[in-house]
């Protein structure tokens, strides 16, 4: 209001230069012109006003006036002004009273004109929304239960991208960093859409031998790496930034975890395995091959004689009446609908496969479920695991369209993992069972590893220290 006021006294000056040069033919009149003027600029008042009498010449010519020329006498205005103080208060208490209402008697008058004060907010974000720049495809409709939808979606999307906005420029104030902003100068504030342009141009190089990922590598620049980090481990691992475990809890351990499955009973292929330097086994089911006790019992023991403590699921080729018993006695922890804690790591488990014939459902003597049982066992399990750090899933069929591939190209994948995957997001998934489709992929910011199978010689060595890191073991 008081720059308004000031801009309205400069203007007033210039409108009072005009009042000066004007020429009256008496004083009644100048008086009345110059109340004309201040009623037409209410908030201000003169200044040592003066009507002052002047000599003009009745024909203006250049030059001095001659001693006998005749000159009519006329009244001018002299005056300064200044801001009416009395009126810019009465004015201000005028314009600092308006009513809002509303129907919850319980907010507080504060927090209701707050409300009001940040409708403009929500106007820009729409506005922004609507823009072209937001890189929207046009969408015409027509039906009013559709526009309802399309308007909920945009809500959400606005949601989305204020939380966005909020949460980083919280993490810049919290941490004392800057982004670079148009003009390359350093910012704490920036805008989405500003951050959306910064990773307008993002470099990914992915190397592939035959048909697995061998590895990932993202060129980012500093600015792009800064705000990942400040976003948390989610949005990195959406770039392809391997998780930092140091960066995430700074007193977590390393850990390296064998990744195995589908021995089929081979056993000399376990006395290859580098377990030197292994913290621990994430064994992936078919330990065995449909076998007996007495023939199932040589690869238990022999893989328990390793050293490393081993985290098993079993596979649609152990037998349920087999290895319940059998990995208890040599020390394997079966963790089938099961939770483990390791530190700050927690693991769950689901063995077994999908049973597409129902009638394999109705067999004792294997681990076949429902896609169904899948989410929901590996859900209660995770339950447990809530509070831990890093969360791994170790199961025996992958999920579906994730490293599941038959060799016609089938896709032999669990649905229910994959719904669970998508909608808990675990660190990692270390998987099995099908042979075919050894490799690394990701659902969303989850990373699956099937590791192949075992009795061809085929294995991972995971290591998580500084970064989640995947050395392949082949034959």
Not at 217 to 229: D, G, M, S, T, Y
Request: charged share 30%.
């Amino acid at each position: 209001m008081i720059r308004d006021f000031k801009k309205k006294l400069i203007d007033a000056e210039k409108d009072l230069k005009s009042l000066r040069r004007e020429r009256y033919a008496c004083e009644p009149d100048a008086i009345a012109a110059a109340r004309k003027w201040i009623c037409d600029h209410p908030f201000l008042k003169f200044k040592d006003l003066k009507i002052a009498m002047v000599l003009e010449r009745v024909e203006k010519k250049r030059g001095r006036p001659k001693k006998d020329e005749t000159r009519i006498v006329q009244y001018a205005i002299e005056a300064d002004i200044e801001i009416d103080q009395a009126s810019v208060t009465r004015e201000r208490h005028k314009l600092g009273r308006f009513v809002l209402a509303s129907n919850d008697l319980d907010l507080k008058s504060e927090t209701m004109l707050n409300y009001y004060k940040g409708q403009q907010i929500v106007e820009r974000g729409f506005r922004f929304l609507k823009n072209k720049s937001f890189h929207v495809s046009e969408v015409f409709l027509k039906k009013e239960e559709r526009i309802e939808a399309l308007s909920m979606i945009m809500v959400l999307c606005l949601l989305v991208y204020s939380y966005a906005e909020w949460k980083l420029r919280k993490r810049l104030r919290e941490t004392g960093n800057s982004v670079p902003n148009q003009l390359k100068k350093p910012t704490q504030k920036p805008t989405m859409r500003w951050v959306f342009q910064i990773f307008m141009r993002v470099t990914l190089i992915i190397v592939c031998d035959d048909r697995n990922v061998m590895s990932q590598h993202l060129k980012l620049n500093e600015a792009q790496e800064l705000i990942l980090r400040l976003l948390g481990k989610d949005c990195k691992k959406y770039y392809g930034m391997e998780w930092n475990v140091n960066a995430k809890c700074g007193m977590m351990k390393p850990l390296a975890i064998l990744g195995a499955a589908d021995l089929h009973d081979c056993v000399s292929r376990l006395d290859s395995l580098p377990v030197r330097k292994v913290d621990l086994i994430a064994f992936c089911g078919d330990l065995h091959n449909g076998s007996r006790r007495d023939e199932a019992g040589p690869a238990a023991e022999a893989l328990s004689r390793l050293g490393p403590p081993v985290l098993i699921v079993p596979g649609n080729m152990d037998h349920r009446d087999v290895v319940p018993g059998l990995w208890k006695e040599c020390g394997l922890h079966m963790i089938h609908g099961r939770s483990f804690r390791q530190g700050s790591y927690g693991f769950v488990g689901l063995g077994g496969m999908v049973a597409r014939n129902p009638e394999r459902l109705g067999d004792p003597t294997r681990y076949y479920n429902r896609e169904e049982d899948v989410y929901s066992t590996l859900a209660a399990a995770y339950a447990e695991i809530g509070n831990a750090e890093f969360k791994i899933v170790i199961t025996h069929q992958p999920p579906h369209a994730t490293r599941d591939r038959l060799y016609n190209g089938e896709s032999s994948g669990s649905i229910g993992l994959r719904r669970f995957v998508e909608e808990y997001q675990p660190d990692l998934v270390i998987c099995g069972h099908i042979h075919e489709d050894r490799g690394e992929a990701r659902i969303g910011p989850s990373t699956v590893i099937n590791v192949g199978e075992l009795r061809r010689g085929y294995a991972a060595l995971i290591e998580l220290s500084d970064c989640v890191k995947i050395n392949w073991i082949e034959p």
